[in-house]
């Protein structure tokens, strides 16, 4: 099937997210909403026929039985996991279009409403705001490691550092020429944002140590340090990963469109995190999960 237009980028109707999808995006994308007008990207994202088809669940013969459609899971359409988050975000518009709070994690299994749905929905209101959420799950499918080499007490010795651990990431920033800064701390404000949205539990594994090596990496000063590390772990992180976001955006040599984006979400990034803690409860996670593995 001829995918037609919609491979092409209008900005008025995709802030970029149709270069990001696959020839099998593009065809699902047009059987399941064929009369769209002008094949609208961010119109076709958000049709629930997209929804119903990327994560409904498939008719089946006798004696099978019926799961989630995906290409990871399934088999039987292969979805990229860019498309399955992007139309789970635009989901997320949805649903927050109905709903008059949401829940918040008060503790280990206990929750609170909180009314800020409003705010939620402003958030997501912003198609490159959605795209900035899509694209920050789909760089976490496959997540970066490796080693590093730092000079200390006059030899040089190898450190090892993971995109999922925060701690470890922010010693690249000793290493990294000043150029490569800017990206380091993007991808430092991205890791707090994934963890405290899609593994909230995680950040509770934070030892002493570990939030004292953070906010000195991150330039905290010293006069509020002391609040800081007392602080819950999400709040830790919603504040490291704002500060880490505005320091991206301060290094940046070239300011961008997409870093606009980032400075957006560094003056918002609880309603980003509270977002994605809705998607993740309620698509992304659970015993058929084939996007995210918990971090260790």
Same mark, same amino acid.
């Given at each position: 099937?001829?995918?037609?237009?919609?491979?092409?980028?209008?900005?008025?109707?995709?802030?970029? =997210?149709?270069?990001? !999808?696959?020839?099998?995006?593009?065809? !699902?994308?047009?059987?399941?909403?064929? @009369?769209?007008?002008? $094949?609208?990207?961010?119109?076709?994202?958000? @049709?629930?026929?997209? =929804? *119903?088809? %990327? &994560?409904?669940?498939?008719?089946? *013969?006798?004696? /099978?039985?019926?799961?989630?459609?995906?290409?990871?899971?399934?088999? /039987?359409?292969?979805?990229?996991?860019?498309?399955?988050?992007?139309?789970?975000?635009?989901?997320?518009?949805?649903?927050?279009?109905?709903?008059?709070?949401?829940? *918040?994690?008060?503790?280990?299994? /206990?929750?609170?409403?909180? =009314?800020?749905?409003?705010?939620? $929905?402003?958030?997501?209101?912003?198609?490159?705001?959605?795209?900035?959420?899509?694209?920050?799950?789909?760089?976490?499918?496959?997540?970066?490691?490796?080693?590093?080499?730092?000079?200390?007490?006059?030899?040089?010795?190898? $450190?090892?550092?993971? *995109?999922?651990?925060?701690?470890?990431?922010?010693?690249?920033?000793?290493?990294?020429? @000043?150029?490569?800064?800017?990206?380091?701390?993007?991808?430092?404000?991205?890791?707090?944002? &994934?963890?405290?949205? %899609?593994?909230?539990?995680?950040?509770?594994?934070?030892?002493? %140590?570990?939030?004292?090596?953070?906010?000195?990496?991150?330039?905290?000063?010293?006069?509020?340090?002391?609040?800081?590390?007392?602080?819950?772990?999400?709040? !830790?992180?919603?504040?490291?990963?704002?500060?880490?976001?505005?320091?991206?955006?301060?290094?940046?040599?070239?300011?961008?469109?997409?870093?606009? %984006?980032?400075?957006?979400?560094?003056?918002?990034?609880?309603?980003?995190?509270?977002?994605?803690?809705?998607?993740?409860?309620?698509?992304?996670?659970?015993?058929?999960?084939?996007?995210?593995?918990?971090?260790?």
């Amino acid at each position: 099937m001829d995918a037609g237009p919609v491979s092409g980028r209008d900005p008025r109707h995709d802030p970029g =997210f149709a270069e990001h !999808l696959t020839e099998d995006d593009m065809r !699902l994308l047009t059987s399941v909403a064929p @009369d769209v007008p002008d $094949r609208n990207i961010v119109a076709l994202l958000g @049709d629930p026929r997209l =929804f *119903e088809a %990327v &994560f409904g669940r498939p008719r089946t *013969e006798a004696g /099978q039985t019926p799961g989630r459609i995906s290409g990871q899971i399934s088999g /039987q359409l292969p979805v990229s996991p860019f498309l399955a988050f992007a139309v789970a975000v635009h989901r997320a518009a949805a649903d927050l279009s109905a709903l008059g709070h949401l829940p *918040e994690r008060s503790g280990m299994r /206990q929750r609170i409403p909180v =009314f800020d749905t409003p705010q939620l $929905r402003d958030f997501l209101s912003s198609a490159s705001r959605r795209l900035f959420l899509t694209e920050l799950l789909a760089s976490f499918t496959r997540v970066t490691s490796g080693r590093y080499w730092v000079r200390s007490g006059g030899r040089v010795r190898a $450190r090892r550092y993971s *995109e999922l651990d925060p701690v470890r990431l922010a010693g690249l920033l000793d290493a990294v020429p @000043d150029e490569s800064r800017p990206g380091v701390y993007r991808r430092l404000g991205d890791v707090s944002l &994934f963890l405290a949205g %899609v593994f909230p539990d995680y950040p509770a594994t934070f030892g002493p %140590v570990d939030v004292s090596r953070l906010l000195r990496t991150a330039r905290v000063p010293a006069g509020d340090r002391d609040g800081l590390a007392t602080a819950s772990p999400i709040d !830790l992180l919603e504040y490291l990963g704002a500060r880490w976001y505005r320091a991206a955006l301060t290094l940046a040599p070239v300011r961008t469109a997409g870093l606009d %984006v980032v400075g957006e979400v560094a003056d918002r990034f609880r309603h980003a995190r509270r977002i994605l803690n809705h998607l993740a409860d309620r698509y992304l996670l659970g015993p058929d999960n084939p996007w995210f593995a918990a971090p260790n």
